[in-house]
Every structure is written in structure tokens, then in C-alpha cells.
């Protein structure tokens, strides 16, 4: 074996895979079947019960899929990696696994619209309830965390508002009270923050957006210990079964590959639109963790590599006005999802948060002219003028 990188840049393209195991393949080969052969009826029973190392059936392991899991577990600086079927199989059989009937959780205020109602279903069929915290400081977490807490699960920064959480100052709390951290790091991507090295326990992807990079796949992925892989791998993950396709898993590898030079562009466009936006008369205000003056900028250059790919903005208009300023728009598509090579907007009011009842939502700072866009990978004059234009119009 050749000598192991420590770059991210070149761990992107050559942990977890060797061509010599695979006829000298390149590209890591798609293995295409629900179910694997055995040589006799005692090697079956063997790997049934644990005794020899081997394939099965896909839903328990997959050749191209454990590719995958290695490469993430490797760059999240994690121990091991299981994939998923969506972001939301992925959360669902981590939070879960974590929890049983009656316990709580205490979760940040501001998440995916579809976690919120994970938690609300969770609420309702077992009991398990949670807290919502701005975990802006130690007290305010510490206020919340109850005998029946189990985790800690956060977002940061938080979508769409892009408020920024120091995952040091929640990792020094939940130590006291032996509770493990779970962070979505998906606006992140593991190139712009590293929640395992900085303490926390469990890092989730939705691999959709970021990693994926190219809007062709729903994947989700989860990095954590041996031990609670594991744990996951052979209950919430082999009984409720969200698994991942390996045709997705070698899409996901192949987006993978330029993960670290598509984030350097998608900072790069984002921070200059920013700067030119807020010079816009008709911007009430942009959030944007890469920008100095975001209250939460000393946190950001303190756990993220840089800003990201992603801001969201304040329109001085009406409901009908920022629906005109966005079917205005020629280039940028009107979609949710994130972190693709196309500029995408969305509404997040009447889109991805429209399931929080109003007083949530408006408390979680999601107001009714937040629009957010998700910068792509084009020339950043081109997203620019395209705002501009359509700007005009309202
Ligand atoms: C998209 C998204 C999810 C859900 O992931 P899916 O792949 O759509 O299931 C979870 N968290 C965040 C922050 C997301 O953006």
C-alpha cells in the first residue's frame, strides 16, 4: 500500500479504494447485486454469525457502498461511516438509535424542515420529546438538559437563518453531562468543518447536496465510533433499512473527487456576492458566516475553513414582490436542495419550512422575506447581473 495522504485533496480521490483489488479498475466498480454467493453452506453460516468477514445481501453490505463509507469516515476524521438511502434516513436512524420511549433531546432553534417533523413524529408515537435552544451559550444549554436527555442535535450554521454554533463551547457542556453531540454538518461538507476533531460524537451529511455536488442523488451518510456504527449498522440502519444504492454510491465517489476544489468556488462566488448585495437599496440585510461583520464571524474563522456556498438575504417587499423578484430570474433556478454546480433559490417561508407552525418558524428567525439562495459554481458576474436584472423588476 502506497504511503497514506494526509491532504484532504488527495484523500478525496484515493482512500478506501485500491485499483489492484479490482482487475485494475480505475473508476471503483458498481457491484450491481441485491445478494452475494457463498462457497458452501458452512462459509454462509460463518458470516452469518460473525465468524469470516464477507458479503451477504446489499442491504447489509455492499462492496461500492463500503468504498464510499471509508472515504467519509477517513476525511470526517471519524472512525466508520454508514451510507443511506436520503440526509433524512441517515438522521432518522441516528436519532432514533439514540433514544427510546420517553426520553428528550435537546435540539438547536433553527433545523431542516423535515427534522422538525421527524422530531414531531417522535413526539408523538413515543414520547420523545425535545427542546429547542439557541446554544449561544453555556447557560442557555445547560437550562434545557433534563435526567431523561440522551443528545445533543445541531445544525450549524443553521439553515436557513446561517446563525453559527460554537461546537466547542456544546461539546464542554455535553461532556459534563455525558451526552453525545450530533452535528448536521451538510452546508459544511467535511472540507469546511470538522465537527469529530473538535469533540462532538456524531457527524451527519445530507450527501445530496454538497458531496453529491451535481443535483443527481439522495443520499445521506453518518460518521461516528466503531462501536455506534455498529450499533446503527445492525438495528435502525439493517432492520428499518434505508439503504444506499451503489449506483448512487458511485456517483457520490465520483462527485467526492472535486468536492474540495467545487467549495473553494462556491466560497469564493459567495462572498463576493455578498459584499455586492448589501450595497443593494432594496436588501433589508444578507447573513452570511463568512462575512466579518456576522455576529457569530469570530465563531465561524474559529471552526469552518471558510463561509461556504451559501447566504440568504432579506427583501424589503411583500410576499407577491418576492415572487415576482424570483420568477424574474433568467439563469438562477427556483429549487430547493443546495451545493450544486446551478445557482439555486428558494422561499424558505412557503418552501422547506413551511410544515413549522408560523410562531416556530417566525421565533426561529425565518421571517416571510428570507429568500436563500445557494450559490453554484458559474462566473459570479453572471449570478450577480441575474439578481440585478431581476431586482428591477420589483
Ligand atoms: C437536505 C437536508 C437534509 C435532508 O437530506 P435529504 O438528503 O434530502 O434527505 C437534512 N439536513 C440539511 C441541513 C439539509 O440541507
Known sequence: MEKKSTHFETKVIHTGYDSKDHLGSLSTPIYQTSTFTFD???????????????????????????????????????????????????????????????????????IYGCTYGLLTLMEEKYNINHDFCLMENEQQLRELI?????????????????????????????????????????????????????????VIHSATKYICGHGDVVAGLAVGSQELMAKIAMTTQKDIGGILAPFDAWLLLRGLKTLPIRMDRHCENTLKLVEWLKTEPLIKAVYYP???????????????????????????GTKQQIQTFMNGLKMIKIA???????????????????????????????????????????????????????????
Not at 452535528?183 to 467535511?190: A, I, K, L, R
Not at 462566473?379 to 431581476?390: F, G, T, V
Open 40 to 110: 458452501t453452506a458452512e462459509q454462509g453460516e460463518r458470516f452469518f454469525a460473525g465468524e469470516e468477514k464477507g458479503y451477504i445481501y446489499s442491504r447489509l453490505g455492499n462492496p461500492t457502498v463500503t468504498v464510499l463509507q471509508e472515504k467519509i469516515a477517513e476525511i470526517e476524521e471519524g472512525e466508520a461511516c454508514l451510507a443511506f438511502g436520503s440526509g433524512m434516513a441517515a438522521i432518522s436512524a441516528v436519532l432514533l438509535s439514540l433514544t427510546k420511549a420517553n426520553d428528550h433531546v435537546v435540539v438547536s432553534q433553527g
Open 336 to 394: 430547493v436542495s443546495l451545493g450544486d454546480a446551478e445557482s439555486l433559490i428558494q422561499h424558505p417561508a412557503t418552501m422547506t419550512h413551511s410544515v413549522i407552525p408560523e410562531d416556530v418558524r417566525l421565533s426561529m428567525g425565518i421571517t416571510d422575506q428570507l429568500i436563500r439562495l445557494s450559490v453554484g459554481l458559474e462566473a459570479w458576474e453572471d449570478i450577480r447581473d441575474d439578481i440585478k436584472q431581476s431586482l428591477e423588476l420589483i
Open 146 to 202: 433534563k435526567p431523561e436527555t440522551t443528545c445533543i442535535y445541531l445544525e450549524t450554521p443553521i439553515n436557513p437563518t446561517m446563525k453559527v454554533i460554537d461546537l466547542e463551547m456544546v461539546v464542554s457542556v455535553a461532556k459534563e453531562y455525558n451526552l453525545p453531540v450530533v452535528v448536521d454538518n451538510t452546508f459544511c461538507s467535511p472540507y469546511l468543518q470538522k465537527p469529530l476533531e473538535l469533540g462532538c460524537d456524531v
Open 290 to 316: 463568512g462575512d466579518p461583520n456576522h455576529p457569530d464571524y469570530e465563531i465561524t474563522k474559529k471552526q469552518m475553513k471558510h463561509g461556504g456556498g451559501l447566504f440568504s438575504f432579506e427583501l424589503n
